[in-house]
């Protein structure tokens, strides 16, 4: 069964300064990774998704790492806003059944 | 226009009720699926359909039977709901091969059963 753990749960940081998120999954035959923003009361919205055959994804400020053999993923946040204060969901595929960690809520303090 | 929609946003209901939550999505996608987040936060699946077709049922309640009448429709009914019931429930979408954005999610149901 396949376990995923987001190291730390909570992080608050002055704007400007740099996110590292972390993740952990204990099966490393996954399929593909994903990163998710889930704002409160909203759905969760894609951010990067890595194929198991990638070792990292990149879009505009955020840098996502695949380390399938120790299996971890690495989620970086260049410059942080105010508006990149949200919960970041790491996720392992297959996408028929992704299995989800308890994710890391994010506050950039202006 | 809502990509993947679910109606109701909120419900409220007693134990031993039965309710059902509709889900739609027009993006096409093949793939429509059912998760649950609890009091924690943490989210499971609870069921995958892939063209109106069962492919995952991830050990969940019989009281939990989805229904897909075609692709863009998958809707989740529950049947005798209990305490435990309470969740925001998700609905979900994707289509092999977009790759990144593939994965759309909706805005949850959030149910509360007293």
């Known amino acids: 069964k396949q376990e995923v753990t987001q190291i730390p749960a909570a992080l608050s940081v002055p704007e400007g300064e740099n996110l590292v998120l972390n993740c952990s999954f204990t099966?490393?035959?996954?399929?593909?990774l994903q990163w998710f923003r889930q704002d409160p009361g909203k759905g969760l919205t894609s951010l990067l998704l890595?194929?198991?055959?990638?070792r990292e994804q990149t879009s505009g400020r955020l840098n996502a790492s695949l380390d399938k053999s120790s299996g971890r993923s690495t989620l970086y946040i260049a410059a942080s806003q105010p508006g990149d204060s949200a919960t970041y969901l790491c996720a392992v595929g297959p996408d028929y059944k992704l299995s989800f960690g308890a994710g890391t809520t994010v506050t950039v303090r202006a | 226009d809502t990509a993947v929609s679910q109606t109701p946003k909120y419900l409220v209901t007693q134990m031993g009720n039965d309710k059902s939550i509709k889900c739609e999505q027009n993006l096409g996608h093949d793939t429509m699926y059912w998760y649950k987040q609890d009091s924690k936060k943490f989210l499971k699946i609870m069921f995958s359909?892939?063209?109106?077709?069962?492919?995952i049922n991830e050990t969940v309640p019989n009281r939990f039977s989805p229904k897909s009448p075609d692709k863009a429709h998958l809707n989740l009914h529950i049947n005798s709901l209990e305490l435990g019931d309470s969740a925001v429930y998700f609905c979900?979408?994707?289509?092999?091969?977009?790759?990144?954005?593939?994965?759309?999610f909706g805005s949850g149901t959030r149910l509360t059963v007293v």
């Open positions: 359909y892939n063209n109106k077709e069962l492919i």
């Open positions: 099966d490393s035959a996954i399929y593909n």
């Open positions: 979900a979408s994707s289509q092999e091969g977009l790759g990144n954005y593939g994965y759309t």
């Open positions: 890595i194929q198991s055959s990638q």
